[in-house]
């Protein structure tokens, strides 16, 4: 299988903390990977290296087996990942349109705006994700929206982009079962497409569900990997990441 | 009719700022001609307050940029002068006048991109770094120009003074090339990539870097902008005078800054009207020669200004607070 993204060796300091130790982690096409860890683990820090947030002080960043240089988050974005970061990365005060293609405008050139089809495709995106209000239209602030809405804007924006490799940062925080709901359909969606996501939660029960393969990490380290296929209950996954963590004690 | 709801209350969120400067506007003009009804139907005095506009437009309107990004210039007052005394001194010394213009411009740029890239860089205060900037750079003014003025007749017969400042059949052309820069200012900001950037840069600068819009550079390009459009008021106003003066530019300072606020774009960064700051502009400009022309001593400006910034706020209050 191609292996997508991979990190190798990657170390990320900040001042006299090292916040990720030699981490390596790998995510294939079409696989959903659930990274777990307790609070402070690094996971945070673990993402926001991978999709080019923050750039790594020592270790690879490979592209489908391509190592990068110079990895930032307008990279990430041009290699096709994209992410639903756990505060949205929206800007309220303005419009769902503007938030769903921030970054990636669609050009004409020298750079002005094609405005009418942004539009368009917003609105075909808010239905298609579930907004039945007919109060929220594409041009609609996203300082309106309730948490799940916001959360709808920012998958949007992944599925507009058509990524390869999603990267959902807590999604199910916040959200009611039904919202929850609608993320898991999202990511059985792309994993059906044979696109790949990397799932993050504090919820092993979420996690568990979702993912084919788990990656745990602990103090900034990856301590254990394994396989759905290697257990068959959540709470056997809950045993083995305390025994891990333990162990790592 | 839940329809017709959302259309109008986007259009409020995205045009009600703008309707809100255009309404003072309005007021004004009915004070005014209410005050002093002789004086306002007079063309001439109309005719002083579209000459002093295209100046403030000039400096106002990339300030309205600037805000919007998150960031204030104070020293823009400086760059003004900065730019004129190249032009003027250039000129003086036999330069080709279009040249001169080419380098004054480029000298507000660079000042721009110095502030910003001093204030983003070192993530400096932008209004305590640029009042900073704005004395030390008026400091150097006065020091290389000794505090003497540059008379410059000599552009008068060059092809760029009816161009730029000339009349065209009773209309001065500075209105022309500040109405083009308005429209352009209005594409730049509202449909191009590089407005869209910086509102979301001054919305939530952690959002619009985590996907992948480098803030930095949007806001030393904001930075860059304002020197520009105070390179450009600067020369201006030295080409209609025919001079330069070392303290050119310091009265500019308080009254631009007033006509962004009063223009109804909000303080707090993520949103700017392009169209209201035209009209806080008109607001500002009829104030310094409305107060005057109903008879009031001159001394009622700085009162009247003052009053109005604070309407100005409380109007941005009512138009709703930072929406997080």
């Not at chain 1, 990279?75 to 503007?98: H, N």
């Not at chain 1, 939660?201 to 979702?210: A, E, R, W």
């Not at chain 2, 600068?205 to 390179?231: D, L, P, T």
Request: charged share 15%; aromatic share 12%; glycine share 10%.
């Amino acid at each position: 299988m191609e292996n997508i993204i991979e990190l190798d060796n990657v170390t990320k300091r900040f001042g006299g903390i090292t916040a990720l130790n030699k981490a390596s982690l790998k995510v294939t096409r079409g696989e959903v990977v659930g990274l777990i860890g307790d609070n402070g683990a690094g996971k945070s820090t673990l993402i926001k290296t991978l999709v080019g947030v923050y750039s790594p002080d020592e270790g690879d960043i490979l592209i489908r087996g391509k190592k990068v240089n110079a990895w930032n988050a307008l990279k990430a974005r041009e290699s096709g990942i994209e992410t639903v970061f756990q505060d949205r990365a929206l800007t309220p005060q303005q419009s769902i349109v503007k938030n769903i293609f921030m970054g990636k405008e669609l050009r004409y050139p020298f750079g002005f705006i094609k405005e009418k089809e942004q539009i368009f495709e917003a609105n075909r995106l808010i239905r298609e994700i579930g907004f039945t209000s007919k109060l929220i239209n594409a041009e609609s602030p996203v300082g309106n929206l309730s948490g799940g809405e916001r959360q709808g804007v920012a998958i949007a924006r992944a599925i507009y982009n058509k990524a390869e490799l999603i990267v959902l940062d807590e999604p199910t925080n916040n959200l009611s079962l039904n919202e929850t709901q609608k993320v898991f359909d999202f990511v059985l969606n792309v994993k059906k497409s044979n696109r790949s996501v990397l799932f993050i939660g504090h919820n092993i029960y979420h996690v568990y569900d979702i993912s084919d393969r788990f990656v745990i990490l602990d103090r900034g380290e990856v301590v254990h990997q394994l396989n759905k296929n290697d257990i068959s209950t959540p709470e056997e996954l809950m045993k083995i990441m305390r025994d891990t963590i333990g162990a790592h004690l | 009719m839940s329809n017709n709801n959302s259309f109008l209350s986007n259009y409020f969120h995205r045009n009600g700022r703008a309707l809100g400067s255009i309404g003072y506007f309005v007021l004004l003009m009915v004070i005014f001609l209410i005050g002093a009804p002789e004086a306002w139907i007079r063309p001439n005095l109309h005719q002083s307050v579209f000459v002093m506009m295209p100046t403030l437009i000039f400096l106002t309107i990339p300030l309205v940029f600037l805000v919007a990004s998150g960031e204030i210039d104070l020293s823009f007052a400086s760059t003004y002068a900065v730019a004129a005394y190249v032009f003027a001194l250039l000129v003086k010394n036999g330069v080709d006048p279009a040249i001169c213009l080419v380098l004054g411009i480029f000298t507000g740029a660079a000042i721009g991109a110095l502030v910003g890239t001093l204030i983003v860089v070192f993530r400096l205060s932008s209004l305590v770094a640029s009042l900073g900037v704005l004395f030390l750079l008026r400091g150097v003014i006065l020091l290389l120009s000794n505090s003497r003025s540059i008379t410059i007749m000599e552009v008068e017969n060059h092809w760029i003074y009816p161009l730029l400042v000339g009349n065209f059949y009773g209309f001065p052309m500075q209105i022309f090339w500040a109405a083009i820069f308005v429209i352009f200012c209005y594409y730049f900001f509202n449909k191009h990539v590089f407005g869209i950037h910086i509102q979301h840069v001054g919305d939530n600068s952690v959002s619009a870097e985590q996907m992948g819009i480098n803030v930095n550079a949007v806001k030393i390009k904001a930075f860059m902008f304002v020197g520009i459009g105070s390179a450009i008021g600067g020369i201006f106003t030295t080409m209609i005078t025919y001079t330069f003066f070392p303290t050119q530019g310091f009265g500019y300072l308080l009254l631009a800054l007033a006509a962004v606020f009063v223009g109804g774009t909000p303080y707090w960064g993520g949103l700017g009207t392009i169209i209201g700051a035209v009209f806080g502009v008109g607001i500002i400009a009829y104030m310094e020669i409305g107060i005057i022309a109903i008879g009031w001593s001159g001394e009622w400006r700085q009162f009247f200004n003052g009053l109005i910034i604070l309407l100005a706020l409380l109007g941005h209050r009512l138009h709703g607070e930072r929406v997080r």
